[in-house]
């Protein structure tokens, strides 16, 4: 039952890459503030200029940690780097199973990878509250060269982001505006793209929009909407098909200092 | 585990709240019509056509799949799809029927690279168009690694298909909801063929269930049956057949037929026959699940010609199936019916067939008025 669970969460993260493998904006925590979701990341100011963050409940199936790192400012524009390390070894393993929850035929032997996601993320604040993120990266992956091209989960948001283990590499692009609409409620529209050259399902286009409702400086309300415009595999006649899904997105988080 | 199941059931329906996770059908509905990249100019019928029927196993000859052979894959490789449906191809153009009805064709599924398998046959034989109604179909089947399915019924011909439809039949009873959820949805296919001099030709084919221990099936030959019957009535013409299933009428009292393959098809480490009323006995295996089952298919044969006749259909030269490649066709599952002549004689099954598919193809050549 718990394996489910984690399995679950491990799901619902993808459609919070703000927290898991992407950091939404260039600022990091302030120093020592924590943060924490019911699906994001727990998130940690270690310092005036660096971030820690990692997920608690799959930290055991996938254990990851994200560094964001800040450089400062540039022509107005606020600078950070983000670099997550993950092992998923253990949670594809775990989903590699006969009968319910098999989302990866047993047959499929899975090895020890490791992904290393690098990020550069540059924001400048606009008029009236607003912050603009542009994000570009690149993710690589280590140790999936034995990995079945067959043993892909090929579901939206999932497909993209395992795609690194298969192919070796992959790119990312994002931008984000986060805005705030008055004194309780903000907003959040992001859009991101990952591009995997060489591999089927070449290219995820991901767009969300999100309105949190700020009860306290310790506790939100977040909800919203994902959608996924994405390129999955195929065969003949054709090498690839292409797939819209709406996901309704909803968050609890909490902050302390 | 009822909470497990439930929490991925939810689970899903969130994901997938805008797009259906399981397609399911209407009562009736168009079937998905296709055609050759190519046509190959059609023959003159000249007052015969030659009709196959196959199930063709989604194209993976006789690897071990993990659902019906003790095997222990889920999902092949493209080359491995491609090699098997070259073959199956290979075996219809050396048959050269004018209609086949096919059973258990992917054309959107994980498990054999989503080859549309349709469209793959119809570009690499001599058939022209064909007619598709899905027995199985969603985005995703959490579990056993299986994904994204699409698997069904196909009618296959020469000539062009004017309309066909997707007749659906009742859903297992004897599964929990969740499974039945994502289990087959099977269904009777019915198309209409341009055959010159025919003003109302049709091709049916059906796949009864395999698995079911509750009275399914009998409802599965019933509607079969039904739809035949409302044809004749109406005045058509038709060849219908598929595998159904079902040993032939009266098994149970043939000396060399049998109902009972529960101990010829386990698995290493299955025991069946084990309580005192003779069960639990192996899903798909054994043929007496209701009373009436050994003899589901008489009034078929009392109502309606067939490619083998119901003496012959007891012979080892008939027999259209078995569960492993090492062990040769066991018994029969797989029929043609027509409400008019066969040639006498033209009845055959393709023994030869047995490393294309788990199933061998059924032919004969009817003769039209």
Not at chain 2, 58 to 87: H, Q, W, Y
Not at chain 2, 338 to 366: K, R, W, Y
Request: with cysteine.
């Amino acid at each position: 039952m718990m394996k489910n669970i984690l399995i679950i969460v491990f799901l619902i993260s993808q459609i919070f890459p703000q927290g898991e493998w992407l950091p939404g904006t260039a600022h990091t925590l302030p120093q020592g503030r924590w943060e924490y979701g019911l699906f994001q990341p727990v998130r940690w100011g270690q310092s005036e200029n660096r971030e820690i963050s990692f997920y608690k409940l799959t930290a055991l199936l996938m254990p990851g940690v994200t560094i964001k790192q800040g450089w400062g400012q540039r022509s107005g524009w606020t600078i950070s780097t983000t670099h997550a390390l993950y092992y998923p070894t253990p949670l594809l393993k775990m989903v590699a199973k006969p009968g319910i929850g098999g989302m990866i035929s047993p047959e499929f032997e899975i090895p020890n990878m490791v992904s290393l996601w690098n990020m550069v993320l540059a924001s400048k604040d606009l008029d009236q509250g607003k912050i603009f993120t542009i994000k570009a990266g690149i993710a690589l992956a280590f140790g999936g060269g034995d990995l079945a091209m067959e043993s892909t989960i090929d579901l939206p948001l999932i497909y993209h982001r395992l795609a690194v283990y298969y192919n070796s590499w992959l790119l990312r692009f994002g931008s984000d505006v986060n805005g705030r609409l008055n004194k309780k409620w903000t907003y959040l529209v992001d859009s991101d793209l990952f591009l995997i050259p060489g591999m089927k399902g070449s290219f995820a286009l991901e767009h969300k929009g999100m309105v949190t409702w700020e009860k306290s400086s310790r506790f939100h309300i977040s909800m919203g909407y994902k959608m996924v415009y994405g390129q999955y595999p195929d065969g003949y006649p054709s090498e690839n098909i292409t797939r819209l899904h709406i996901l309704p997105l909803l968050d609890l988080q909490w902050a302390k200092e | 585990m009822r909470q497990c199941k439930s929490f991925f059931y939810i689970l899903f329906i969130a994901l997938f709240s805008c797009e259906p996770l399981v397609t399911t059908f209407e009562d009736v509905e168009k079937a998905v019509l296709y055609e050759a990249k190519t046509f190959t100019t059609s023959p003159d019928p000249e007052n015969a056509l030659k009709v196959l029927s196959w199930n063709i196993r989604f194209g993976i000859g006789r690897l071990p799949f993990f659902g019906d052979s003790c095997g222990d894959r889920t999902v092949m490789t493209e080359k491995e799809v491609l090699n098997a449906l070259e073959l199956v191809a290979a075996e219809i153009d050396a048959i050269d029927p004018d209609i086949i009805l096919l059973q258990e064709v992917d054309r959107e599924s994980k498990r054999t690279q989503y080859i549309d398998q349709v469209q793959w046959l119809l570009d690499h034989t001599d058939m022209n168009y064909a007619a598709y109604a899905s027995m199985w179909q969603a985005q995703t089947i959490p579990s056993d690694g299986i994904g994204r399915i699409d698997a069904g019924n196909v009618v296959m011909t020469k000539h062009e298909i004017e309309s066909a439809e997707r007749i659906k039949l009742p859903l297992r009873t004897d599964q929990d909801p969740l499974t039945q959820m994502f289990y087959l949805r099977r269904n009777v296919l019915k198309a209409k063929i341009a055959i010159p001099g025919q003003d109302n030709f049709y091709a049916v084919t059906v796949h009864a269930t395999a698995f079911a221990t509750d009275d399914t099936k009998q409802k599965h030959v019933d509607k079969f049956k039904k739809v035949l019957d409302e044809m004749v009535i109406n005045g058509d013409v038709f060849v219908a057949g598929g595998d159904l299933n079902s040993v032939p009428p009266g098994a149970e009292t043939d000396f060399c037929a049998e109902t009972d393959f529960c101990d010829e098809d386990a698995c290493a480490d299955d025991v069946f026959h084990t309580d005192t009323d003779g069960g639990p006995h192996l899903e798909g295996s054994y043929f007496e699940n209701f009373p009436n089952e050994p003899t589901l298919l008489q009034p078929l044969y009392d109502t309606y010609n067939t490619a083998i006749s119901l003496t012959d259909a007891f012979g080892v030269d008939h027999n259209t199936h078995s569960t492993s490649e090492d062990r040769f066709w066991d018994r029969k599952l797989d029929y043609i019916f027509t409400n008019i002549n066969v040639a006498s004689g033209s009845g055959i099954t393709f023994q030869g067939a047995i490393e294309l598919s788990d199933h061998a193809p059924v032919g004969c050549t009817i003769i039209l008025e």
